[in-house]
């Protein structure tokens, strides 16, 4: 059974940062390409960041680039996103995803590859 699990959000003032924590199981994770994504109330989901399972090519959207850092640890089936210089728009569900065998790691960021799964989410809130 495939099990997606993040943590680590919460409420942050404007400028603070946040360290997102995606963990799994249930399929071979060195084979699979995960994303982070994220849902503010109102608005479709979008692609936030992605790194591939091949060699760790990494996908930013324009809105976040420079701020937020993608990482996966592959012996503890893990995936990171470091927030720093968070903004309110920001504000958002934030889920991982992944899929296998996925090279084009900004196929999937931009849902053109659609993730096979979902975890359930974490709020992060940027206000003062």
């Known amino acids: 059974q495939v099990q997606l699990v993040e943590s680590g959000g919460g409420l942050v003032q404007p400028g603070g940062s946040l360290r997102l924590s995606c963990t799994s199981s249930g399929f071979t994770f060195n084979y699979n390409t995960i994303g982070w994504f994220r849902q503010a109330p109102g608005k479709e989901r979008e692609g936030v960041s992605c790194i591939s399972y091949r060699d760790n090519i990494t996908y930013y959207a324009d809105s976040v680039k420079g701020r937020f850092a993608i990482s996966r640890d592959n012996a503890k089936r893990t995936v990171y996103l470091q927030m720093n210089s968070l903004k309110p728009e920001d504000t958002a569900v934030y889920y991982c995803?992944?899929?296998?065998?996925?090279?084009?790691?900004?196929?999937?960021?931009?849902?053109?590859?659609?993730?096979?799964?979902w975890g359930q989410g974490t709020q992060v809130t940027v206000s003062s």
């Open positions: 995803a992944t899929r296998s065998f996925v090279t084009a790691v900004q196929t999937m960021c931009e849902l053109t590859t659609k993730p096979q799964y």
